[in-house]
């Protein structure tokens, strides 16, 4: 069973006020003494109307208007100097406020970008985009309405209504006790409308994810909507979506909306019954009770009164009215902290890739200059001894079994072995488990069961980072980033300099089309090298791949999206790539794949044949119906 909105509100809402203390704790401080006198001042207000009704003008009624003016001069000097106190009491905090919460906020973001960094794979193949940028956006603004708007309105309210309280009490509690009761209505009011407004607000953050994944969707996927003249479907999905948000948003606010209204006119209630029971009890001539003892009320306690009434009922109010900011910040906290909570990809490895050099009787050494040679730096725990391997390339899958979901595996007793500069291919329908295979040996998921070695070494053992550095990989779905060429390749290898990249685009065959560019290396690319041919980004991903200069290289669909031309064309920019690299190919082109030294046919998780391009043209398996056409890949 779920918890309620309100038992999840609690923690998250005591888990954000930690939070914010935690890295703002003097400064809040600063702002609470800043509270304490703006809300002193407030209160001083009202007193100094009793004193001056009291002491001033009553007495005037009688010893004639002379007298008034001495104390009253006096009274309003110490309450103009109170008062501009107060001005910059107020001043202070809203600064202090103002920078307290864009610096939380922007904590805030960082911490989250951070984590997502930290997250596996598996977390981005099970988010859609648009709710993970609705976390960042959306629910970090409602975030920012709670530090900026909503805590420093309550905390103001909260030390006004027990300052009001304690000097309503020091008049009269009689009167005291009458305000309490309203206040208890306007509490359990609150309650009541404030909960449902708290219950939509949650539904209608989660809603926004939903919208806003929606509209990425479709952002990205415009060219097919309009290649399948699926337009009017697209519109009535949208519409059902936005319908459902603009539901919960128009119910959320309609319990925020009339909370206000319903407080005010309780409070307004309350004044009205003030007035009458003070005035009855004064020409009753009735015994007032208050913390001083036994007294007659006067005009001046009652009109402070009153002034103190409408000022608490207020601050009630606010208070009241902040619930429906609250009930979304929490709703956007408890999404922002999902999110940072989520398990980091865990990684034990205590393997790491070094550069490597061989001493005078050829041994491997490590050295801190960079040689073109790898090895693996294995540390071993039982005698504190260093041993050094040299990265070779040898890749071995031993008996590997894999599923996403328990309840359907995907590769089931998987064997392959690559020995250093092997070129290994996978053949097979979408669907076999053939770039499965490649996640594996990227550790992007762990096997439920077998062995994966990389020159021998388990690579539970190896530290993903240095194992993915050993990997350079060349997807079909290539991914250019806002910046220039040269900076877009050098993303395989950030120390790379720029004779390391233009080398890198030489090898992979796109320094011609760079060149031709209006800024060569430096010409700028953005959403995604929209500009740019999907040949010339291919040639660009090749590139970056080059200078990463990695021992073992993954070529998954490298060719399946472009035309045949182009494909020559990349494809010499490959195979320059794969000199002297063990390669792994995934491909749909079966003539991509006939130079490879051992070619893998899976299907359904399993591997049906295995041999070179010779071989298995002999075998007349499946691989020769394939080839020859007798049957096509799916």
């Given at each position: 069973m779920k918890p309620s909105v309100k038992e999840r509100r609690k923690p998250v809402m005591g888990r954000l006020l930690r939070y914010l203390f935690s890295h703002y704790k003097w400064r809040l401080i600063a702002v609470l003494v800043c509270v304490l006198?703006?809300?002193?001042?407030?209160?001083?207000?009202?007193?100094?109307?009793?004193?001056?009704?009291?002491?001033?003008?009553?007495?005037a009624l009688t010893a004639g208007y002379s007298s008034l003016f001495p104390k009253l001069w006096i009274y309003a000097g110490v309450m103009t100097g109170t008062f501009l106190l107060a001005v910059l009491a107020v001043h202070g905090q809203t600064q202090l406020m103002a920078i307290i919460s864009h610096k939380f906020l922007k904590q805030i973001r960082v911490d989250m970008f951070n984590k997502m960094q930290s997250l596996p794979i598996k977390y981005f193949d099970t988010h859609t985009h648009g709710d993970v940028m609705s976390t960042y956006t959306n629910d970090v603004d409602a975030i920012m309405q709670l530090a900026t708007q909503c805590i420093p309105g309550i905390v103001c309210s909260s030390v006004m209504i027990l300052a009001y309280l304690g000097v309503m009490l020091y008049y009269s509690v009689w009167l005291t006790c009458v305000v309490l009761v309203t206040s208890i209505i306007m509490?359990?009011?609150?309650?009541?409308?404030?909960?449902?407004?708290?219950?939509?607000?949650?539904?209608?953050?989660?809603?926004?994810g939903r919208f806003e994944g929606y509209i990425e969707e479709m952002m990205n996927g415009q060219k097919v909507v309009k290649v399948f003249c699926h337009e009017d479907a697209v519109k009535k999905d949208f519409d059902k979506i936005n319908d459902e948000l603009h539901g919960y948003m128009e119910k959320a606010n309609s319990y925020a909306n009339v909370l206000g209204p319903i407080v005010g006119n309780i409070g307004n209630l309350l004044y009205v019954l003030l007035a009458f029971a003070g005035g009855a009890m004064i020409l009753a001539n009735l015994n007032n009770l208050s913390l001083t003892g036994w007294n007659a009320l006067t005009p001046g306690v009652i009109v402070s009164f009153l002034a103190m009434c409408r000022s608490f009922t207020n601050n009630v109010m606010q208070m009241a009215q902040t619930v429906s900011g609250i009930a979304q910040a929490v709703a956007g906290a408890g999404r922002v902290f999902a999110l940072l909570d989520e398990t980091p990809e865990?990684?034990?490895?205590?393997?790491?890739?070094?550069?490597?050099?061989?001493?005078?009787?050829?041994?491997?050494?490590?050295?801190?200059?960079?040689?073109?040679?790898?090895?693996?730096?294995?540390?071993?725990?039982a005698d504190g001894s260093v041993t050094y391997t040299e990265v070779k390339g040898d890749i071995l899958l031993d008996d590997v079994d894999f599923a996403y979901d328990p309840e359907k595996p995907v590769l089931k007793g998987v064997s392959v072995f690559a020995k250093p500069g092997q070129r290994v291919a996978f053949v097979g329908s979408t669907g076999a488990g053939k770039t499965t295979i490649t996640n594996l040996i990227n550790r992007f998921y762990d096997i439920a069961d077998g062995k994966i070695r990389y020159d021998g070494i388990n690579i539970n053992k190896i530290k993903k980072a240095?194992?993915?550095?050993?990997?350079?990989?060349?997807?079909?779905?290539?991914?250019?980033?806002?910046?220039?060429?040269?900076?877009?390749?050098?993303?395989?290898?950030?120390?790379?300099?720029?004779?390391?990249?233009?080398?890198?685009?030489?090898?992979?065959?796109?320094?011609?089309?760079?060149?031709?560019?209006?800024?060569?290396?430096?010409?700028?690319?953005?959403a995604d090298g929209a500009n740019l041919s999907q040949g010339q980004r291919q040639l660009l991903s090749i590139a970056r791949a080059a200078v990463a200069d990695a021992p073992v290289m993954i070529m998954d669909e490298a060719t399946s999206?472009?035309?045949?031309?182009?494909?020559?064309?990349?494809?010499?920019?490959?195979?320059?790539?794969?000199?002297?690299?063990?390669?792994?190919?995934?491909?749909?082109?079966?003539?991509?794949?006939?130079?490879?030294?051992?070619?893998?046919?899976?299907?359904?998780?399993?591997?049906?044949?295995?041999?070179?391009?010779?071989?298995?043209?002999?075998?007349?398996?499946?691989?020769?119906?394939?080839?020859?056409?007798?049957?096509?890949?799916?």
């Open positions: 006198f703006a809300s002193a001042a407030h209160v001083s207000a009202s007193v100094f109307l009793q004193r001056i009704i009291d002491d001033c003008i009553t007495p509490v359990f009011v609150t309650k009541i409308v404030g909960g449902g407004t708290a219950r939509y607000f949650v539904k209608q953050q989660k809603a926004f865990t990684d034990d490895g205590y393997v790491t890739l070094v550069n490597a050099a061989y001493d005078e009787n050829g041994n491997v050494t490590e050295t801190a200059e960079r040689t073109g040679r790898w090895a693996w730096r294995h540390p071993h725990s240095d194992l993915r550095r050993s990997l350079g990989m060349v997807l079909q779905d290539t991914n250019l980033f806002t910046g220039t060429v040269r900076e877009n390749i050098r993303y395989g290898r950030l120390d790379a300099t720029d004779e390391d990249v233009e080398a890198a685009a030489r090898l992979a065959g796109a320094h011609d089309f760079i060149m031709h560019l209006p800024g060569g290396y430096d010409s700028m690319l953005t999206s472009i035309d045949t031309r182009t494909e020559a064309i990349v494809q010499e920019g490959c195979n320059r790539l794969m000199q002297g690299r063990t390669v792994f190919i995934i491909a749909h082109r079966l003539s991509t794949v006939r130079s490879a030294d051992v070619i893998m046919v899976l299907e359904h998780g399993k591997i049906i044949e295995r041999g070179n391009h010779r071989e298995l043209i002999a075998q007349k398996g499946k691989y020769y119906q394939l080839y020859t056409g007798a049957f096509e890949l799916d």
